[in-house]
């Protein structure tokens, strides 16, 4: 009965999320970050989004295609026998003085799906010779949500380059965690096949990987058969690696960093004690607390980077930071760039 409870809860508190981010990322924060002082004074300013310009990202997806993939839903929560490429065609907002969009409450949204192949060799020729942005969503999301999500993301850090949504089959329920975390792990094989062939095309620029809560665990998955395939020769291909709220256990994340080497480096893990969705999937785990929910210095023992938001959570729940939060955003956007969050 608990559980019930404080799954309705978060239930009642995360419906309309995308409704309102916008405003609040765009309004920023007046705090500094915990362990990033002074991050908030830097005055960064960044151009516009390769997003803003070609409203197009790239979407893998390891979910099975409604009506072929050419109508809306597109991709539902049944498993594919085989992963799709394709590229979905964005709206951006209306960016007009008297637009929403003008005082940060905007949307995107998805206009079409043109499915290009099932062939995950396409992937390099379909990205170009820049770098990519890769986001990999979590639990409870539906194929719009995912893309609409990794857009967001996208021009809110105004990244300079190709962004993809790496979608897995999620069912968007509830109560469907043990079919969402089942479905993340089937699909760790099809993203490391997506990583291989971005990292092994001679042309390719960086791959930068921002996963949020669930998929966290598969990317980490993922990351860890790519550098058993490559060894150290993948480290110079991957760029920054993003854990937002990261929905793992302490102990799996521990030895799983353990067995990728140097790109244990590139981790960034974006951690909130205030987080009430990973409080809940601790209790679901059998009272284990998840990485994005730990303190800072238990996680800064396993040898990566730490970013401590909890004062930057003015919700309730607390578990959409990477995209509410204008100084999470630059805390990636820096990390990206190389220098130190």
């Known amino acids: 009965m608990i559980v019930r409870r404080l799954l309705q809860r978060y239930s009642r508190h995360s419906v309309s999320r995308r409704a309102f981010l916008g405003g609040f990322a765009s309004a920023g924060s007046a705090l500094a970050l915990g362990g990033c002082a002074g991050l908030g004074a830097t005055g960064a300013r960044f151009d516009a989004s390769s997003l803003s310009v070609e409203p197009t990202l790239l979407v893998t997806t390891t979910r099975k295609p409604v009506n072929g993939g050419r109508t809306k839903p597109w991709f ?84 300079r380059g190709r962004t993809m949504a790496f979608s897995w089959p999620s069912k968007a329920g509830l109560f469907d965690y043990a079919y969402d975390r089942d479905s993340a792990m089937w699909s760790r094989d099809d993203f490391e096949r997506v990583l291989s062939a971005l990292v092994s095309a001679p042309s390719a620029g960086r791959v930068h990987i ?28 991957i760029g920054s690696v993003v854990f937002a709220a990261p929905d793992i256990d302490m102990d799996v994340f521990s030895s799983a960093v353990q067995r990728i080497g140097p790109l244990a480096g590139k981790i960034t893990v974006i951690a909130a004690t205030n ?50 939060n204008a100084e999470v955003q630059r805390v990636i956007r820096r990390s990206i760039d190389g220098t130190t969050a």
């Open 210 to 237: 921002v996963a949020h809560s669930m998929g966290t665990m598969l990317t980490l998955e993922s990351l860890r058969q790519l550098y058993a395939r490559y060894g150290d020769t993948v480290t110079g291909k």
């Open 76 to 159: 539902g929560p049944e498993r594919a026998t085989g992963m799709t490429v394709a590229r979905a065609k964005l709206v951006a907002p209306d960016e007009s003085r008297l637009s929403l969009a003008s005082v940060g409450l905007g949307n995107w949204r998805l206009d079409r799906v043109e499915p290009v192949s099932a062939d995950v060799g396409d992937l390099a020729a379909q990205a170009g010779s820049g770098d990519v942005l890769i986001y990999v969503h979590g639990f409870k999301q539906t194929f719009e949500a995912a893309v609409l999500d990794a857009a967001f993301l996208s021009d809110g850090i105004k990244f």
């Open 275 to 324: 987080d009430r969705a990973l409080a809940l999937s601790g209790q679901i785990a059998g009272g284990m607390t998840r990485v994005g929910a730990a303190e800072k210095a238990v996680i800064a023992r396993l040898g990566v980077r730490v970013v401590d938001a909890s004062a930057e959570g003015w919700g309730i729940i607390n578990h959409d930071l990477f995209l509410s």
